[in-house]
C-alpha cells in the first residue's frame, strides 16, 4: 500500500503540475484576450473617431465643393464683365483718340479763322480810313458847293437887282 501513496502521492504531484500549468496557460490566455480587447476597445474608439472625422471631412468636402462651384462660377461672372469692360476701354480710347484729332483740327480751324478775322480787321480798319478819308473830301467838297452855290445865287441877286430898270 505503500506504493499506492507514492503512486498517489506522484498522481497528486503531477495533477498539481498539471493544474499549475493549466493555470499559468489560461492566466496567460486570459491577459492575453484582456489585452486584445482593450486593444480592441481601442481600436473601436479610435475607427470611430476616424469615422466621425472622415463625416466632417466629408461634410468640409462638400463645403468646399460648394463654394469652389460658387467661386468658380463669380469667376466666370467677374472674366465676362472684364472683357465687356475692356471692349468699352478699347471703344472709349479709340473715342477719345479720335476726339483728341478732331480737337486738334478745331483747334487749327479756329486759329485759321482768327487769323482771317486779324486780317479783316486791319482791311476793315484800313477802309474805315479811307472811308473815312473819302468823307472828309465830300465834306469838304460840299463845303465848297455850298459857299459857290452861295456866292452864285448872291451873284444872280445881284444881277437881277442890276438887270431890274431903276425906279
Not at 35 to 46: C, G, Y
Not at 134 to 154: G, H, I, P, Q, R
Request: with cysteine; net charge positive; charged share 30%.
Amino acid at each position: 500500500m505503500k506504493g499506492i501513496q507514492y503512486l498517489n502521492l506522484l498522481g497528486v504531484l503531477v495533477l498539481a503540475a498539471l493544474c499549475i500549468a493549466q493555470w499559468q496557460r489560461d492566466r496567460r490566455m486570459n491577459l492575453e484576450v484582456n489585452r486584445l480587447e482593450k486593444a480592441r476597445i481601442d481600436h473601436q474608439s479610435t475607427l470611430a473617431e476616424q469615422e466621425q472625422l472622415i463625416r466632417g471631412l466629408n461634410t468640409d468636402l462638400a463645403q468646399f465643393k460648394e463654394q469652389m462651384a460658387k467661386v468658380q462660377t463669380e469667376l466666370n461672372e467677374t472674366r465676362q464683365k472684364l472683357r465687356v469692360a475692356e471692349k468699352e476701354a478699347r471703344q472709349l480710347t479709340a473715342e477719345r483718340d479720335q476726339l483728341k484729332t478732331s480737337i486738334t483740327n478745331w483747334v487749327a480751324a479756329v486759329n485759321a479763322r482768327d487769323e482771317r478775322l486779324k486780317e479783316a480787321n486791319k482791311e476793315i480798319g484800313r477802309l474805315a480810313n479811307e472811308l473815312n478819308g473819302s468823307v472828309a473830301k465830300f465834306n469838304e467838297l460840299a463845303t465848297n458847293y455850298n459857299a459857290t452855290v452861295k456866292d452864285l445865287n448872291e451873284l444872280r441877286a445881284r444881277l437881277a437887282q442890276s438887270a431890274q430898270p431903276s425906279k
